[in-house]
Structures are given as structure tokens and as C-alpha cells.
């Protein structure tokens, strides 16, 4: 009898792996790997052709975040107010027409302007891709479906960039185009083969604030940005930080992140489902904590390489439990607004820690006071996290 009641309730189960989500996530991790892939090789390339230094070549990088971080708040309206899937199809095109203006244009300021445009269309792109995802997920299992959904990202960063180093040392930088735009244009076919069920006709209400920005998630919002500041040095100084400490295979690093992410992902979402939200993003902000405790105090690689996988499994609580509080706070219309809110405060997060960690590490001639930084914000973070952000979201919830 035991045996038939479970089988029985997990028959009454909402479908998650429907064909419009598989669809969506195969889209987005193509679209992300196409991303990822260029990330290592677009600075050497930028030097080799346009024969310019490192600080040009990083000015022209910075341009794609500048320029993601630009259209947050409008790509939040836009998918809130158009149709989804002609926006995301176009704006999934003009992306993959960037990595041909890469290879085309021979004047470095229109270079920077197709990276700013790049920069503009992900952002629009992956704040669609996010609520068509959860446009299809059941309410009961949005939790599960959300931490599946970001394994697409998650996989893309742990295979992407070592796709397009090891491609561009074998055959140059011309084959590591080719690839990321052909791969796009798998996605666009995915993208185009999509149903989803046109918007309803209503009234668009007022513009006003709350059409740009989700006001219920400002804590949420500034809790994220302390979490993206944290990582931003992470991004782009880990290798020197490494080569301070004489430890080799800063790349293995990264991977180790995402092994923490993708195990994590698979089990958080259930438990966000069961009502353990709050809990599981308070753990991840104080293991995140422990994670930057040893990154700012290693000294041998094993520190080193478990402060990396720690990281990644904080993140795999924190990522899809606050983008499941904004958008259980956000009316079913405002799930574009909701995305787009939880993505800027990232955006922001990256930006100012990257800012942040280089102008530190240029004035102690180190990277070790970046990393005690992140713990301090993060120490910050996480007081305000169990002071106001997770009561904040009891109170003011609307969904789950």
C-alpha cells in the first residue's frame, strides 16, 4: 500500500521537463557557452589584431557588462510588455549577429561599439530566456525548475572557457567564432520552435517605477549586489591572486565553482520547494562567508581548491533562492521586471567588485586584502540578510 501511495503522488506531480523548458535551457546554456567561450581569447585576440595594450584591450571587454548592465531595467519592461517570444528571438539574433561584427569590423571604436551592443542584446536575451523558463515551470516545483535552469549557465562556465582556450591554441581565434556562431544559431532554431501562448490583450497600466524595477525586492536587490561584489574579483583576478601564492592550475579554480553550483542546484530547489527557502539561502550567505575566510588566509592549494568548491555550493543556495524571492514577489505580469531586478543587482555587484578589487590590489601590490574585502562585505551582507531581507520577504510575499 506504501509503495502504490508514493507512486501515486509522485504520478500527481506538475510536469517540470516540459518540451518549452528543455527547449529554453538548451538555448540558454548555447547561448552562454558561445559567451563563455570567447571570454579567454577576446583580450589576446583584441591585442594581436587592433596591436594595442592591456588597459585598451580591458576597456573594450568592460563595454559588454556596461552594456548589459545598461538595459537591465528596460529588458525587465520589454519582456513584461511585448510578446516573448518575437522579443526573444530577435534580441537572441542581434546577439549571435555580434560574433560576426567581431571579425568583420578593423577599426577598434566600432569594435567597442558591437561589445557594448553585445553587452545590450544578453541583457534582454537572458532576461527573456529566464521568464519564458519560468512562465513554464508549475508554481509547486518553480523552486526545482529555477536551480535546474541555472545548471545550463553553470555548465557553460565550467566548459566554455577551456573550449575556447584549447581552440584557440590548436587552430586560432577565426575557429572559436565560427563555433560560438554556429551554435547560436542552434539556439535561434530552438528559440523559433517554441509555443508559447500568446500575451492577453489588457490595458497596459501606467508607467511608473515598479515597471522597470521591482520596489518589493529592494533588499533583495542589495543583498544580491553585496553577493556579485564578493565574486567580482573572482572573476578576474583569481589567477594572479594564485600566481602570488605560487599555486598552479588557477583554471581548475573555476571548474571546482561549478561543480560546487551545478551539485547544489540539483538538490536546492526541491527544498525551496518544501518551504525551506529562507533557510538555505541564510546557510548559503554564511558558507559563502567561510568560502572567503580561506580564500583571503590560504597558504597551500588545498585551502585554495576547497575555498573554490565552497563558493560554488553557497552559490548553488544563493542563485535560485533570491531569484525565486523576486519573483514571488512580483505579480505574475511583472515576472520580466522581477529577472531583470534580480540579474542588475549582479550586474552591479560584478562590476563594483571588479572596480573595487583592482584598484586595492593596485594600491597594496596585492590581491590578499581584495579577498579579506569580499569576506567584510559579505559579513555585511549576511546581517542584513537575517535583519531585514528574509523578514521583508514573509511579509511581503505574494506567491509560494
Known amino acids: ?96 549577429a555580434c560574433f560576426v561584427g567581431y571579425k568583420a569590423v578593423s577599426i577598434i571604436a566600432i569594435l567597442a561599439a558591437v561589445r557594448f551592443a553585445h553587452g545590450l542584446f544578453f541583457g534582454i536575451s537572458t532576461t527573456a530566456s529566464n521568464t519564458v523558463a519560468i512562465d513554464s515551470l508549475p508554481a509547486s516545483r518553480r523552486g526545482e525548475g529555477i536551480g535546474y535552469f541555472g545548471i545550463s549557465v553553470n555548465l557553460a562556465f565550467a566548459t566554455g572557457p577551456m573550449t575556447g582556450m584549447f581552440l584557440y591554441e590548436a587552430f586560432g581565434d577565426t575557429i ?84 560546487g553550483l551545478i551539485l547544489n542546484r540539483i538538490m536546492t530547489g526541491r527544498l525551496i520547494d518544501k518551504g525551506y527557502l529562507i533557510h538555505l539561502v541564510g546557510t548559503g550567505m554564511t558558507l559563502n562567508i567561510v568560502a572567503y575566510v580561506l580564500l583571503a588566509f590560504c597558504h597551500s592549494p588545498v585551502t585554495f581548491f576547497v575555498a573554490a568548491f565552497l563558493i560554488g555550493t553557497s552559490l548553488g543556495l544563493i542563485f535560485p533562492g533570491y531569484q525565486t524571492m523576486c519573483v514571488n514577489l512580483a505579480r505574475h505580469d511583472q515576472r520580466g521586471t522581477a529577472n531583470s531586478t534580480y540579474l542588475s543587482g549582479w550586474d552591479i555587484g560584478i562590476g563594483a567588485g571588479i572596480l573595487a578589487g ?39 510575499k505574494l506567491e509560494g
Open 1 to 96: 500500500m506504501m509503495d502504490n501511495s508514493i507512486i501515486s503522488d509522485k504520478a500527481q506531480l506538475p510536469r517540470l521537463w516540459t518540451a518549452t523548458f528543455v527547449k529554453v535551457a538548451a538555448a540558454n546554456f548555447l547561448l552562454f557557452f558561445s559567451f563563455y567561450q570567447l571570454l579567454p581569447i577576446l583580450p589576446l585576440y583584441i591585442i594581436e589584431k587592433f596591436q594595442t595594450d592591456n588597459a585598451t584591450a580591458g576597456i573594450v571587454i568592460s563595454l559588454y557588462t556596461i552594456g548589459a548592465l545598461a538595459c537591465r531595467p528596460f529588458a525587465g519592461f520589454l519582456v513584461d510588455t511585448l510578446s516573448r517570444k518575437p522579443l526573444y528571438f530577435w534580441t537572441f539574433f542581434a546577439f549571435t
Open 358 to 396: 583592482g584598484s586595492m590590489a593596485g594600491h597594496f601590490g596585492m590581491h590578499q586584502p581584495v579577498f579579506l574585502a569580499c569576506a567584510i562585505a559579505l559579513v555585511i551582507a549576511d546581517i542584513l540578510y537575517f535583519t531585514w531581507t528574509a523578514r521583508h520577504y514573509l511579509r511581503n
Open 176 to 259: 572559436v567564432f565560427v563555433i560560438s556562431l554556429a551554435l547560436c544559431i542552434i539556439g535561434l532554431i530552438l528559440v523559433q520552435t517554441l509555443k508559447i501562448a500568446p500575451k492577453e490583450k489588457k490595458p497596459h497600466p501606467p508607467l511608473s517605477l515598479d515597471r522597470f524595477f521591482l520596489t518589493r525586492a529592494v533588499p533583495q536587490f542589495i543583498n544580491f549586489i553585496f553577493v556579485g561584489f564578493a565574486y567580482g574579483p573572482v572573476t578576474n583576478y583569481i589567477a594572479l591572486y594564485a600566481k602570488e601564492l605560487g599555486i598552479g592550475g588557477s583554471g581548475w579554480f573555476y571548474a571546482l565553482i561549478a561543480a
